[in-house]
């Protein structure tokens, strides 16, 4: 799980500093190797100890699997670690929508189309619900394929064919198999019928088993039946017991410890009273695919949200554009905030502005991503920006009156913005909430 | 041409109407602060008009000049056009002041294998019997002589010229100065009788602000003299961005090459000058200087080193011969400048890796270069990482309320008695204090923290009752001199503001150490040595240093000042000519980590903002004694 | 030898205990205990340590308060005795925070109207309490006097330290008998330094919850989950700085722009889904008290916690 050090890589390069590999000398390729930047074999004279310790370092120790096919599809596995600020957590969990193969057809597509169409935009970006999963309840192979026949009609999203009996899987599959459906589920007594339509069709397989060591030989049952594409259902009644079962499952894989346990993770969410607990607890810990009943407005959106939280890279900030933005429709006596382009200081600024229903203007310059702290700590934020930004985005035809709010964590700024910039600075508060009554109180153009 | 009269020393100059002032004052010889590069902005080039018309519009530098400035006549020596004859006052504060350059090298025990040659030598003068041609003869005596063979030593034309007429006057007893070159052996110069032992080199340590040199003797290695100079530079800008700025304008390569090769020579002169010797008797010259100075010295230009990507145009060795660039030395005599590593390290830190000797010892080392800008090196002689950041001006005394440089009359050590709070001071020259340098703000802060008087944040403890501890104009301050006691008529205090900004200066120091540890797998204790390069280094106090977290804990007995690192390794390579060889393979060894792409380093850097360190278990003995001090403070 | 999750921490979380009862001297029905964990929350067979702490807040001055969060509770919100009465019969938190939100207007002076607030709070509810003072250096010496002279006993919570102010927090804590809550700006090593800056001053560690202050989602939360896992995963690889029970408080989200557009019914569904979804990863992510303003968040952010926490889910109160 550790990385290696750059230092310890050099140790096992050759020291030839013969330049084949791009680089000027063997350890700063260590340096790129550490960093993932760079592949061992570009190295021509690795011996074989070498190569087995930093293959297997680079190698993602989570099995890659992909659903579905076209636009819609999705990627799962190669995850590194086991907490995101290690690294990045790297592909989100798909949202996978249920219906039972007894729902009407017409209520079937409507809920696809929903799945299909509904789309949240974010910090630019199109935020959906992943696909639709089909339950065989019935237990009659028409029913399902007609069932499938449904959601293929109206969409051609990702989809996960849920029974455990071969015929009524080979009958949904004859629809849908050629789209790369994941199949639900292998388990010890039919495993060899899952994995031969598995292979028929090219498709993921997920397996399920009573506990962790029953599912490790599953899959490498599945493995010696040549299907290694798929995923581990861990779905228990028990939260807690989903909770410790993710958790080992991803400990075993990043550390290699147990590689039959390196797939992705299949979570059934439709469980009662509880689906909001396990849809979180899914996309917090490890889980890619999550299936569950149809989500209301309100939680779709905070269940997206989240996911979108938990995927970001958390070493790359989001950054704003820096610029003048206006909040409401402000007037030439509009205060004027200053504030940075990171994205949490920016958004929650302007919520607590929004809130505040004064008109006013927020000028962002550019701390390359950091927050206000941390951006006057480390020198990022200095006057002469400001004066800069002023000129730059004519602040000065935007409002009629020279006054500056600045934020209160920059108020050891305050004097040298004042003087580079010849506009008089008020000192905001340091907590953006109270911004609102600060502009009350304190705000006179 | 308008006259231009400077006061109070009545130095006058001839200028084209139009010019600046600061231009007449350079011209005439006078070194002005110009932080900005001379773009109106730092308000540092104030100077006084006395009589005359210049072209000056007030109005646009109002939030500079105050109201009573304007009416005194005072301006801006940068942006004031020179209309007819002017009589102009220049103001101390003005004026680039004397500092203290470091120019000792400390002893550096190294081979004497110069890279240059003299050989007296008494031909036998031609006869019909021997009519083998002037340069062969001299060659063979050579040869005969101990020196190169004959047919390895080529002879330039310049040279060649003048061997009949020197053989001849000097009735066939003449001295022939030999060089090794990159091209092989070469004859440098030939001359009358016996001036074997007039062979000399320079050593030059080419800094952004100052400039030493160091005369040696390569027929024993004795040193013969030192000089130092101001960078002319300066009057073109403070730091090192602004003269790459500077030199982007048309002209400006040019003129700021032509100050370097100038200020080079002042000092050599100088150097020259205490040493009693000729300066053409200087035969080789070996600059170590960062990569934008050695660029600009050479003529390259530096523009591309400042924006993405980031490239020097060179980053091996130079040679040529000093003459070409204008250095006032022996017509043939060489010119060494060290290789770089990148375009923020460059050969004036090779430099102090070659003269700290880490280079080539199996013990890990970390050597430290501070200035506004600073420099780390981790390694051995097998690996070496380094990287370069901006420390901030903090730790040279800038940007904090009574900072200033370490000039006379700076307070450079402080002890406070943590009973009664009642610091005990000694300035540079003993004058009485005008401010507090770079070595005192370290004391002082860790004196505070010792006293319980600052948290380990920097933030001053206010619940104390003492008279020093009061609350400033904006900030809560402790006073370190009471008005009384000063030069100036005013306390002088330190802010809370002025803490952190230097505990923002030392974590970035800290913060990079630990990177590049962090990057290697390396702790603390495997550390052998910590080397301090630069005047900052040579004068603080290690103990302190290591108490506030500027550099990580080791036993003090490992941190060694190695003063002006830069021209102990030029005095390394220009005595041993072995050496040189060595900085190409140190140059290609160091990997170079840029901190801005570590993910990690902000990481650090926060850590680093306490005192000393976030994790106080990278400084087991300073907790120690911290907790001793908590407990003594808790019981007065 | 079945697989299982592996635990080699070295670390346990210490325990802080809120609130006093009759015979601790103070006067509350019960008292709460938050830490103890050898493992991330909800982790091993039988997990150390206590079920989370569900909290709800309240305000003194309710115009500085979500309005969605004040509808939610009617009349009550207008008077901060009968609103804590209110939550501890309708709402059923553990822990009733009480925010001094009068306290943030500007030229404030009313201490003792503050006084008064927190001795008809505590008379009003018998539950374990947590009061957020002023945040203002200018006042927070009198306001911290105030709150810690008229909870004395009672061990409640007291927020909030901050780096920059600190000292006046702590001595009331000290003086009274209280502990404090350590705020940070969503950093580890703030969070550390400032637990370090409490210890140096005489507050033991016992007495310190950290609050590394939580983002709403979609705004910055993303930072307070992970800065929480690395608080959590360092205390627990042995950093005592850093091994106390953390709080996180969903101050944030019922003043995003989704919650605050949405009308009636919508605007408490958002509200409530904005709150679970923010507080339930944080208690994943470590959070031993995870606060919430709209009481319909309470029973359903309780239940998914022990779900969590317990082996047997639903296995009777």
Redesign the interface.
């Known amino acids: 799980m550790a990385s290696l050090k750059p230092l310890d890589i050099y140790k096992l390069l050759p020291k030839k500093n013969c330049k084949e590999c791009g680089d000027p000398t063997c350890l700063t390729f260590a340096m790129k190797l550490a960093g993932g930047k760079a592949q061992p074999d570009q190295c021509p004279y690795l011996d074989e100890n070498a190569k087995a310790i930093l293959g297997a370092s680079t190698r993602p120790p989570i099995q890659k699997v992909k659903i579905g096919v076209g636009e819609r599809s999705f990627t799962l596995g190669e995850e590194m670690v086991q907490?995101?600020?290690e690294k990045t957590f790297i592909h989100e969990p798909g949202i996978m929508t249920a219906i039972p193969d007894t729902m009407p057809g017409d209520r079937i597509k409507e809920i696809t189309t929903d799945v299909r169409d509904y789309v949240l935009t974010?910090i630019g970006t199109d935020l959906r619900l992943n696909g639709i999963a089909i339950r065989c309840e019935s237990g009659s192979p028409g029913e399902f394929s007609r069932a499938v026949e449904a959601v293929e009609s109206v969409a051609d999203l990702p989809e996960v064919l849920m029974s455990t009996d071969p015929v009524c899987m080979e009958a949904g599959l004859g629809v849908s198999g050629n789209y790369r459906p994941l199949i639900h589920a292998a388990t010890h007594e039919n495993y060899q019928e899952m994995c031969r339509l598995a292979k028929k069709f090219s498709c993921p397989l997920a397996i399920r088993a009573d506990?962790?060591?029953s599912l490790?030989d599953l899959s490498s049952k599945c493995a010696t039946e040549g299907v290694s594409n798929l995923l581990l259902d861990l779905t228990s009644?028990?939260?807690?017991?989903v909770?410790?079962r993710t958790?080992?499952v991803r400990?075993?894989a990043v550390?290699r410890?147990?590689p039959a346990?390196g797939y992705p993770v299949f979570l059934d969410c439709a469980q009662p009273?509880?689906e909001?607990?396990f849809l979180?607890?899914g996309?917090?810990?490890f889980g890619s695919v999550l299936v569950c009943n149809p989500l209301?407005?309100?939680?779709r959106?905070?269940?997206l949200?989240?996911r979108?939280?938990?995927y970001?890279d958390?070493q790359k900030p989001i950054q704003i554009t820096p610029g003048l933005y206006r909040i409401g429709s402000p007037g030439k006596d509009a205060p004027v905030l200053l504030s940075v382009n990171f994205?949490?200081t920016f958004?929650?600024l302007q919520?607590?502005l929004?809130?505040s229903r004064v008109p006013s203007l927020m000028l962002v310059v550019d701390t390359e991503g950091l927050?206000v702290?941390t951006a006057v700590a480390s020198g990022k934020l200095q006057e002469a920006m400001v004066k800069e930004a002023i000129a730059k985005f004519d602040l000065g035809n935007a409002v009629s009156h020279r006054k500056l709010i600045i934020p209160g964590y920059a108020a050891p700024l305050s004097g040298r913005i004042e003087d580079a910039t010849g506009w008089k600075v008020l000192v905001g508060?340091?907590?953006a909430?109270?911004i609102?009554?600060?502009l009350l109180?304190?705000w006179k153009p | 041409m308008p006259t231009v009269t400077f006061l109070p020393s009545f130095r006058k100059v001839e200028i084209v109407k139009g010019s600046t002032i600061l231009e007449a004052a350079q011209k005439a010889g006078f070194h002005i602060n110009v932080v900005c590069g001379g773009q109106g902005k730092c308000g540092k080039c104030k100077v006084i008009v006395k009589s005359g018309r210049t072209e000056f519009d007030h109005e646009q530098y109002e939030s500079i000049l105050s109201a009573a400035e304007v009416e005194d006549g005072v301006c801006l020596a940068c942006q004031a056009k020179v209309i007819d004859d002017l009589r102009v006052v220049i103001p101390d504060a003005t004026l680039v002041q004397e500092q203290q350059i470091l120019v000792d090298s400390g002893e550096i025990p190294t081979a004497l294998n110069p890279a240059v040659w003299k050989y007296f030598l008494t031909l036998v003068p031609p006869s019909l019997d021997d009519q083998s041609p002037d340069l062969t003869r001299l060659l063979w005596e050579i040869e005969k002589s101990g020196g190169p063979k004959e047919r390895a030593i080529y002879a330039p034309l310049e040279v060649i010229r003048r061997i009949p007429r020197v053989l001849r006057d000097s009735g066939w007893k003449i001295t022939a100065t030999v060089a090794l070159v990159p091209g092989g052996y070469r004859l440098i110069h030939v001359e009358k009788g016996d001036t074997a032992s007039h062979i000399y080199g320079a050593a030059v340590d080419l800094g952004t602000t100052t400039i030493v040199v160091y005369i040696r003797n390569l027929a024993d290695g004795h040193i013969m003299g030192i000089g130092s100079s101001y960078n002319h530079q300066i009057s073109c800008g403070e730091d090192i961005l602004s003269r790459v700025t500077y030199a982007k304008s048309g002209g400006g390569l040019t003129k700021l090459q032509s100050l370097a090769v100038d200020s080079i020579n002042v000092a050599l002169t100088e150097a020259s000058n205490s040493a009693g010797i000729d300066r053409e008797d200087i035969y080789e010259v070996v600059v170590a200087g960062n990569t934008i100075m050695t660029h600009i010295l050479m003529g390259i230009d530096p523009a591309y080193m400042i924006e993405e990507p980031y490239v020097p145009v060179v980053r091996r060795y130079l040679t040529t011969a000093a003459q070409r660039i204008g250095l006032a030395v022996g017509e043939n005599s060489g010119l060494f400048i060290f290789p770089a590593v990148s375009d923020f390290i460059g050969g004036d830190i090779i430099a102090d890796i070659l003269a700290s000797g880490m280079a080539e010892s199996e013990e890990i080392s970390l050597l430290i270069d501070i200035g506004t800008n600073f420099e780390v090196v981790l390694g051995n002689r097998d690996w070496m990482f380094t990287c370069a950041g901006a420390a901030g001006p903090a730790l040279e005394g800038g940007e904090v309320l009574f900072g200033m440089r370490a000039n006379p009359g700076a307070i450079e050590r402080i002890t406070i008695d943590p009973v009664t709070l009642v610091p005990s001071f000694s300035t540079i020259h003993n004058q009485k204090p005008k401010g507090i340098c770079g070595s005192g703000l370290i004391d002082l802060l860790a004196q505070l923290l010792e006293a319980c008087v600052i948290?380990?944040?920097g933030?001053i403890?206010m619940?104390i009752a003492h008279e020093r501890i009061r609350m400033g104009r904006h900030v809560p301050e402790f006073v370190v001199a009471w008005k009384d006691e000063t030069a100036i008529g005013r306390d002088i205090v330190v802010t809370e503001n002025d803490i952190k900004a230097l505990i923002m200066s030392k974590a970035s120091v800290l913060a990079a150490c630990q990177t590049l540890m962090n990057k290697a797998g390396i702790a603390r204790g495997e550390i052998s040595r910590i080397f301090f390069a630069g005047a900052f280094g040579n004068y603080l106090d290690k103990n302190h240093a290591i108490t506030i977290g500027l550099i990580p804990e080791v036993p003090v007995g490992r941190v060694t000042g190695i003063g002006n690192g830069a021209i102990a390794g030029a005095n390394i390579a220009l005595l041993n000519r072995r050496k040189k060889k060595v900085l190409d393979e140190i140059a290609e060894k160091i990997a170079y980590v840029e901190l801005n792409a570590e993910p990690a380093f902000m990481?650090e850097y926060?850590?680093s903002c306490?005192l000393p360190h976030?994790d106080?278990s990278l400084f087991p003995d300073v907790e120690t004694k911290l907790g001793q001090c908590?407990i003594r403070r808790g019981s007065t | 030898m079945?697989?299982?999750?592996?635990s080699d921490w070295t670390g346990q979380i210490g325990e802080l205990v809120i609130g006093a009862t009759r015979s601790e001297g103070g006067t509350r029905s019960r008292t709460l205990k938050v830490g103890g964990e050898k493992d991330?929350n909800?982790?091993?067979?039988a997990p150390l340590g206590y079920p989370a702490v569900v909290a709800y807040e309240i305000a003194d001055d309710p115009d500085?308060w979500p309005a969605v969060a004040r509808h939610a509770v009617g009349d009550a919100s207008s008077d901060p005795a009968a609103w804590a009465r209110f939550a501890e019969a309708e709402i059923r938190p553990d822990l009733i925070r009480l925010y001094c939100t009068s306290t943030?207007?500007?030229?404030f002076s009313d201490c003792a109207a503050i006084r008064k607030t927190v001795e008809e709070v505590l008379q009003a509810t018998s539950l374990p309490i947590s009061i957020e003072g002023s945040?203002d250096p200018a006042i927070d010496s009198e306001v911290y006097q105030k709150i810690g002279e008229a909870a004395a006993g009672e061990r409640i919570l007291l927020g909030t330290a901050e780096?920059?102010r600190y000292?006046s927090v702590a001595a009331a804590a000290m003086a009274y008998g209280h502990s404090i809550i350590a705020q940070s700006?969503?950093?580890i090593?703030?969070a550390?330094?400032l637990n370090?800056?409490l210890r140096?001053i005489g507050i033991p560690r016992d007495r310190i919850a950290i609050d590394p202050y939580t983002?709403?989602?979609?705004?910055?939360?993303?930072?307070s989950?992970?800065v929480m896992?690395?608080i959590r995963?360092a205390a627990l690889k042995g950093d005592e700085?850093l091994a106390m029970p953390m709080i996180s408080s969903a101050?944030?989200s019922l003043?995003?722009?989704?919650v605050?557009e949405a009308e009636g019914e919508?605007a408490d569904?958002?509200a409530?889904?904005?709150e679970?979804?923010?507080m339930?990863?944080a208690y994943?992510?470590g959070a031993a008290i995870v606060s919430v303003r709209h009481p319909e968040t309470v029973p359903?952010i309780r239940?998914?916690c022990s779900?969590?926490?317990?082996?047997?889910?639903g296995g009777g109160e």
């Open positions: 907490y995101r600020h974010r506990t962790l060591d490790a009644p028990s939260l807690h017991e909770l410790n958790t080992a400990q075993h550390t410890q147990t346990l009273g509880l909001d607990a979180v607890t996309v917090a810990k209301s407005q309100p939680v959106k905070a269940l949200v989240l979108q939280n938990i970001t958390p994205s949490l958004f929650t919520g607590y929004e809130a927050s702290l508060p340091r907590d909430a109270d609102a009554e600060f109180q304190e | 948290d380990r944040t933030r403890n619940t990481d926060t850590r306490f976030t106080l908590r | 079945g697989i299982s999750t592996i991330l909800g982790i091993g067979n500085l943030r207007r500007r030229g945040n780096a920059g000292r700006p969503i950093d090593n703030l550390k330094q370090i800056l140096e983002g709403a989602l979609g705004y910055g939360f993303e930072y989950y992970s896992e690395r995963t700085d101050v944030d003043t995003i722009k989704e605050r919508d569904r958002i409530v889904a904005w679970l979804y923010a339930l990863p994943l992510a359903l239940d998914a779900s969590l926490f317990q082996v047997h889910p």
